[in-house]
């Protein structure tokens, strides 16, 4: 049967109250494959949408980490601090980071084997911009960032990174990519792994696809064979939407 990963990345959305809310109602969907399910949530709310979410199946995590376990570097959270809270997934090299904070492939690196040493699992953000797409080196870039983001890393803990492809241009625009522009990455994706790795390893990961993912178009890029699930933004933020793509992912199963 096909594995599936729902995630919901809030960004900077969501203050203590309403994101215990928020998980109050979603563990009260019950849903059947619960244990498909994330949220990714602002580090002041991580310990209460974890209280809350305890026993639904229901996983949580971070959006966002810092490689070294402690010390001077002012404003960030450590692999051990998220630890403590015990969240299962943690996003590691969003566009927004590598595009604001200045994120780069070599400390995305650094994050992965930080998370993997820890057990908690990455949600490893890859994709290109519209004018890389444009000029057709949405491959070779996408590739480049896969080769560079697991530099070194073994093959067992590689398998066990979730992948996220996430064409920048399709990120809160409303603009998705159509269910076979996805597929194709995605599969392309899975290939390149598979190549640096093995075929079971490809066979086994799971890829997700993220950018304007709703409920209106998630059965049809979820039907497809090399996607695994969704990393959503804006449609994650309304219980309701969230649980759409949910069970659309339930009813493909
Ligand atoms: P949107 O679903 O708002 O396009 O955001 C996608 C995303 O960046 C998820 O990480």
Redesign the pocket.
């Known amino acids: 049967m096909k594995r599936f990963l729902i995630a919901g ?1 809030w960004k900077m959305n969501k203050l203590i109250k309403e994101a215990g809310e928020f998980a109050n109602e979603l563990k009260a969907k019950n849903f059947s494959n619960a244990d498909e399910v994330a949220v990714l949530v602002p580090f002041t709310t991580l310990c209460e949408v974890g209280s809350k979410l305890e026993g639904s199946g229901i996983g949580f995590g971070a959006q966002n980490v810092h490689f070294e376990k402690s010390g001077a570097f002012t404003g960030e959270i450590s692999v051990p601090m998220l630890e403590e809270i015990g969240v299962d997934y943690c996003i590691v090299g ?1 566009s927004e980071r590598r595009e604001y904070f200045g994120e780069t492939d070599e400390t995305v690196n650094k994050k992965l084997k930080a998370l993997l040493a820890a057990g908690i699992t990455p949600i490893l ?1 890859v994709g290109e911009s519209l004018e890389v797409r444009e000029g057709k080196g949405e491959q070779t870039f996408v590739a480049g960032q896969i080769i560079s983001d697991f530099a070194g890393i073994p093959r067992d803990d590689a398998a066990k990174v979730v992948i996220a492809y ?1 064409p920048i241009w ?3 625009t409303g603009k998705t990519a159509t269910p076979d522009q996805a597929e194709e990455m995605c599969a392309f994706i899975r290939g390149v792994f598979g190549g640096i790795y093995d075929n079971k390893a490809a066979d086994d990961i799971l890829i997700l696809y ?4 709703k409920p209106s178009n998630a059965a049809d890029l979820l039907a497809k064979n090399d996607i695994n699930g969704g ?5 994650s933020l309304k219980v309701d939407d969230f649980a759409a793509i949910v069970d659309a992912a339930a009813q493909l199963k």
């Open positions: 990345n969003h953000c996430e399709a990120i809160g993220g950018g304007s993912m990393l959503i933004g804006g449609a």
